[in-house]
């Protein structure tokens, strides 16, 4: 037996209990008569004491030759600690060793394992077995763990079936680019992983089954954005016989029971907001309500007054920031130099500044006396010391742009607090948008998205203007689950495979055996789907996914710690009837 | 709302309720003036009652259309039923209709929807959504996610912490064939899909997770024999600072608790019996011990006798067929015959009848007399009116071929019933075994398996004859789960690889980053992985794992509901740098 206890149990209940431990050598101090060794393990650290006068010879000798990271089994006795540590849960004992084992040695790390390394990103993810002993690291697997399996206990709680749908799928060259598996037994087709299991549940819904969840992984061949991986884990749920307000709730429910058990926060029932309010109020379809600066349109106050720059456009809209009207000029051209960057794009930011004394000064005083600019901050409801910021252009940019800018300034002025939790429902999402490049309509949310159910009409004359009964939840400013109420008519997929540009033709080789399916009897049904990783990462109080998966992928889609992706032997490619077209430069 | 209630759930407690249920109709009796309709759900079936009486009048009519598979939503008071269906948790009542909407027509199905039905295995595969439906398959699937949540409870209660390990991989040429994927990013580059998670959770080990699991879906491109699916799912285990007896003790809980909570079974301790024991008492290494037929070694008293078939033989080995003795003459032929088939290949089957009184009567009564015949009797345990079966040849195959038998002897005679549950562990496994066809060991379980400690001298001089810590266990003659102790150790790691003929260049191309990890600090670990389809059709009274798995594949590796896998664009192939090489005909 390897171990009595772990390294995080023993505290002065074991005084003088004999244990035998196994871990490893956190760090070792060296008085010359006296060791003190930190054994780690998965539960915490335990201080060893190898003494001169009472461990024996040979095991205090052996003692000597330890490194940091060894792995180590001993025994010992549990006795009182001199100096105690009130941050450790072991912090009041120690053990005195009387035999040591060593089971396995270990050269240097690459990087120190500890809270804050000195190991950068790409080290890191190289000796990720590593980076894993790291408590930064490990305490957040062990938390998505938690996560999922609370999860996994509300939705089987609600009378939810988790249904494993498979992986080897076909390809649909809607929407994102799939991976792909060539099938060696049926030479020169592929399988396809899914990007969801979307046409899947769909079908579980029409075989009866009601309630339906998966915690699954999803692949996307997508040119990577910082902070996306092409592979990725869904909380994948569908349930029949349902309105949109039956999936809200339960949903909400579910959400709720999540703060509660992992947080210890009692929510109120979460605000809901449309689609066209979130882009007017906040620029943007996934609004961070923690804070304020909620958009003031100014059209009407700003435009007609001479100051060319905002006349001819579309939108001249503002944000009042709290109490930053004490901003320097240069923090302010700062602010102008930020939103001139390309990543954002605007061509300048006008500012008021709302005194203490009342008075309104701004960038723009030429063109808009003190009344002007006294309505301005009514409009935008800006309190005395606040700091009024305006932008114009083309609605759809501006509003972009400006909730750009108000995320930054959220996050300057830190209100952006990781451990407040600000739920919002995102709901009646266009059906469609219009894409330019292409010059067809894409599907908003994806091609089984139900049309509400009285605009069906609207649908055959103005398709652009119909909404759908799909909906975002969104959390601190991210999209972390979204859904929508599918279509169950054969005719209508019918119809929305035409909007969407297939073939009929096209639209039966691929989701033939769909539309089939809905002519046997399908029942009302929607859904919705999380995103495990950003959820998980949320709830821990990051921004950030990729220490909340155990080895994630780098930018370029590679795993460095095992080098992957890598060429094929010559015969498996020949196998799987295949081969590369690269010339040998490449 | 569709529903205030599911169709499993009134009963006379709910008496004169007005209720709205939705669902399918099962079936109509229309007598002219009342039309009984069955409505099923997930949860039920309710009897509806249209009165032409009692039913406003354009409901009776609308009534008159309903078909097999609509699916609709009524309104009605329920009443209690004149004749009761005991059968049926809702038996009691019936619902008088007020309302009916049909919320989707349904053409008639290619099959009944119906616990026996006519549907062929091909025709219900290609309707999957409709096969889903029948009791007999919708069941079964919410029986895998009630053994699945089993599973996770228990082992997120024993510390267990479930951590995702990636999908996109490298190609490894050791073991089956593995799915590859090709890398657009990476062009020429291909990951691999895991046949499990193997290296990924010893680097776990090695990262200080400590107790690791995963129920993971794991893939091999294998030519498919029946019953086994590319993809399959995996309970796949790990554990630090244990020796298999930790790992037996944990996992024989696991397995307990899954036969107490979902089959209310108390099961004593699991025995054990070496792999050597298990091949020389029943031929296989994975015995059902529901039933004895225990093999009897003969060749003391059968050879020497004259008797040329069995003289130059390795073996001689027989089962006693527990009161089989009157078998005719045609039924022994039969078994001839059935032992002689390519796919068993046994050449002969000699027979010895245990006659009521006493004596014995054989087919090879010419070579063998009475004292002889006893004697054989007496080693084999046979009793009067048992039948004493006995092949000849060498050892591998004779043991495979009377195995063979021995099954199929246990399932004519009724001996293997699904709902005995006989677990079984077999251990000491063989480290290493030879193949003659490359001329060289290949790991039994895996290159990570540990020889047993006490054997690395042999490993030098004599490495078949290695054992290791590896076990399997069986449950009714399947082997549901298998693992090992792993080796941590750098050296020994490279010194296996030797041994599995990879040359060093190969070792390190392939696993350096695990022999790598292995120098920092690897803890002795090992762990278990099971088949979650094998083990929840057994557990669920089955052989055969298809109907447990919502979306199987066919023997091609098919998907014949969705069509996949299916060819791909051009310029996907493209996209991923890539072409067939079949000629055009293909």
């Given at each position: 037996m390897y171990r009595t206890h772990h390294c995080g149990e023993l505290s002065l209940e074991h005084?003088?209990?004999?244990?035998?431990?196994?871990?490893?050598?956190?760090?070792?101090?060296?008085?010359?008569?006296?060791?003190?060794?930190?054994?780690?393990?998965?539960?915490?650290?335990?201080?060893?004491?190898?003494?001169?006068?009472?461990?024996?010879?040979?095991?205090?000798?052996?003692?000597?030759?330890?490194?940091?990271?060894?792995?180590?089994?001993?025994?010992?006795?549990?006795?009182?600690?001199?100096?105690?540590?009130?941050?450790?849960?072991?912090?009041?004992?120690?053990?005195?060793?009387?035999?040591?084992?060593?089971?396995?040695?270990?050269?240097?790390?690459?990087?120190?394992?500890?809270?804050?390394?000195?190991g950068g990103e790409e080290l890191r993810m190289q000796y990720r077995y590593l980076d894993i002993r790291r408590s930064a690291v490990k305490e957040k697997l062990m938390f998505r763990s938690k996560v999922s399996m609370a999860v996994r206990n509300y939705l089987t709680d609600a009378g939810f079936v988790d249904v494993e749908t498979p992986y080897l799928i076909k390809s649909t060259p809607e929407g994102a680019r799939d991976f792909v598996v060539p099938s060696r037994m049926n030479a020169g087709q592929f399988y396809a992983l899914p990007q969801s299991p979307q046409t899947f549940k769909q079908l579980l819904m029409v075989g009866g089954m009601d309630k339906y969840f998966q915690i699954v992984k999803c692949f996307r061949d997508e040119d990577l954005r910082a902070d996306r991986q092409p592979e990725f884990t869904q909380i994948d749920c569908e349930m029949t016989f349902v309105e949109q307000e039956d999936i809200l709730n339960q949903f909400e429910g579910l959400t709720q029971h999540l703060l509660k058990s992992i947080k210890g926060i009692e929510p109120n029932p979460f605000p809901r907001m449309s689609y066209e309010e979130a882009m007017k109020t906040y620029g943007n379809d996934k609004p961070d309500i923690r804070f304020g600066m909620t958009f003031c349109e100014l059209n009407d106050l700003a435009q007609g007054k001479g100051f060319g720059v905002f006349d001819s456009q579309e939108l001249v809209v503002g944000i009042a920031v709290p109490q930053a009207a004490e901003m320097t000029r240069k923090e302010i051209d700062g602010l102008i130099d930020w939103v001139k960057r390309p990543q954002i794009g605007a061509k300048g930011l006008i500012w008021v500044k709302c005194n203490a004394d009342g008075s309104h000064k701004s960038s723009v005083d030429k063109f808009f006396n003190a009344a002007d600019l006294a309505q301005w901050a009514a409009r935008c409801n800006a309190k005395t010391g606040d700091l009024i910021l305006v932008l114009s252009g083309d609605s759809h940019s501006t509003r972009s742009q400006l909730s750009a800018l108000r995320m930054e300034l959220g996050e300057r002025l830190g209100l952006r607090n990781p451990e407040e939790f600000a739920p919002l429902w995102v709901t009646d999402f266009p059906l469609l948008e219009w894409d330019e490049e292409s010059k067809r309509y894409h599907a908003m949310h994806h091609p089984f998205t139900a049309p509400k159910p009285d605009q069906l009409e609207l649908l055959k004359t103005n398709p652009g203007a119909v909404k759908a009964n799909a909906y975002d939840l969104v959390l601190n400013g991210n999209e972390i689950g979204g859904g929508s109420i599918r279509i169950h008519d054969q005719a209508l997929q019918s119809q929305m495979f035409d909007l969407l540009g297939f073939s009929k033709e096209e639209a039966q080789a691929q989701f033939g055996f769909l539309m089939d399916a809905f002519q046997f009897g399908a029942p009302p049904h929607g859904g919705i789907a999380f995103g495990l990783d950003r959820l998980v990462a949320i709830l821990g109080g990051e921004e950030t996914i990729r220490d909340f998966i155990a080895f994630p992928k780098n930018n370029s889609g590679r795993d460095i710690m095992i080098d992957a992706p890598a060429s094929l032997d010559q015969n498996q490619l020949e196998e799987l009837s295949l081969k590369t077209t690269l010339t040998k430069k490449e």
């Open positions: 005084l003088n209990q004999n244990v035998t431990l196994s871990g490893w050598v956190q760090k070792n101090r060296n008085k010359g008569f006296i060791i003190w060794t930190d054994l780690r393990d998965r539960y915490g650290i335990t201080q060893l004491v190898f003494d001169e006068e009472r461990t024996p010879k040979a095991v205090f000798e052996k003692a000597q030759g330890l490194g940091r990271e060894f792995v180590i089994q001993i025994q010992g006795t549990v006795i009182e600690r001199e100096s105690k540590n009130p941050n450790l849960s072991t912090g009041a004992i120690e053990v005195l060793v009387d035999d040591l084992t060593v089971l396995n040695e270990a050269k240097t790390p690459p990087f120190t394992i500890e809270d804050q390394t000195d």
